[in-house]
């Protein structure tokens, strides 16, 4: 069984009713679409005890939860809530949650849910009194009744949903599963992955569940595989993020290999990259992005803390994995204006964020937007997997790019302030001042005659010793 389920992109503070259509739960191969927000989000329709609902799409936590009915926060108010149904089975368990921005809170139950073409009895969820965040276990939910700083009236979805491992799942595994690792358990093991591709337009992002997407088929084959990195612990292998290790980042168009900071993961031998389509932007060890931007030069840290860009600037980021996979970033996605006057000035998409949890960097769908990623569950055989395929070329976006944007477009220095290695210092030593370059041709210049009347005097010596003792033996 497979289904595609279209995504919408909904704009957070810029979303009307019209903008969210609810996909058919009937066709043969629904398409869950995601809905597109202003910090775009990506949403999906579900239905959840006979009701239909709009949830975010999350691989970056574990639990399905919806708004409750008895939610009386004001963000509850401008969206669909949920109310017991006749296959709704209570536990009596609390369900609470935070997230980088917010938390929820509420209550743990079983109902029927269905995404796409699957439908799971007896579903673990959370239902808030306050918003949290996923809750999927055993066709487990959570139902929430109290919501902070979750922002669910701005992009119109009602909870949710978490396609990441139970390891991270709010709702305890003694209850239940989670809802994507329910679906799992009626596939074969080849079909035990789902596929998500995050477009720039309203319509055209999809997940995919049990098998490939179908729009991207023919390119299938050029998908790289990646070994999932386990959670540093004692004993037995645990999984907590779809994650893998970042062993480069590339700046393009002047192809330099910027350098990164060790990892602050135990046992990490090189930095870890999570992937996650619940966050907007990509968020990096703040001395590593302060490098960054100060090397590309033109951008500035704006009022509220965050880095700006001009919003001509025409630059590349491509991001290096396991073996030597290396995939690009738009762009556009790298620098974006919040609203439709701007002044010149765009929100950077790389920002500093030293709180990323089980890894270093975190990759949102500034990132995702340019790659297609399948997430393969264990096998008997083999740990989880990521599949990704290459979205973006480097080139034909720059030029596409600088079209958009205009031919007077901010131009990245031919040469970047890396500063942070001696190599790095000796090409800008090199690279820049005639006088030192000057200085260094003399110092070789000097040596070289200093050696050369060294090894003059030496030999006359020599030959003056030698004419000592012929004459002294004489």
Known sequence: MKASIPLRRVLKSRISNATISKSSLSDALPSISLFNSREFAYLASINIGGQNFIVSIDTGSSDLWVVSSTCADADCLGVPSYSPSNSMTPTNTIFKLGYLTGNVLGNVAYDTVI????QVASQVFGGSYRIFFHSCAYNLLAFVNQTTGISLSSTGNSGILGLSFPQQASISSNLGFNLILNIFSNLDEQSRLFGIRLGRGVNDSALTIGGHDLSLLPNVSQIRMFDVIPKSTKGSVVYDYWKLSLTGLLIIPDSVDFPLSPSKIPGASQPIAVLDTGTTLILGPSKDV????????????GQD???????????????KFGDGGVFAVDPTDLSWSEDTTSDGWCLAGVQANDKVVGGDWLLGDTFMRNVYVEHYGATDTTGPRLGMLNLTDANSSLSAFTNSRGSGGYVIPTRLNLSSSLSDKISGFLTGSGQFVSLIIACVLGFLVGGLVTALV?????????????????
């Open 305 to 319: 803390g965050n880095w700006q860009v001009p919003c001509n600037m025409a630059l590349v980021l491509a991001f």
């Open 458 to 474: 030496r030999s006359s010596l020599r030959a003056l010793r030698r004419k000592r003792r012929k004459l002294r033996y004489m």
């Open 290 to 301: 302060q490098r960054l931007w100060k090397a590309v030069g033109g951008a500035r840290l």
């Open 115 to 118: 995404l796409g073409n699957f």
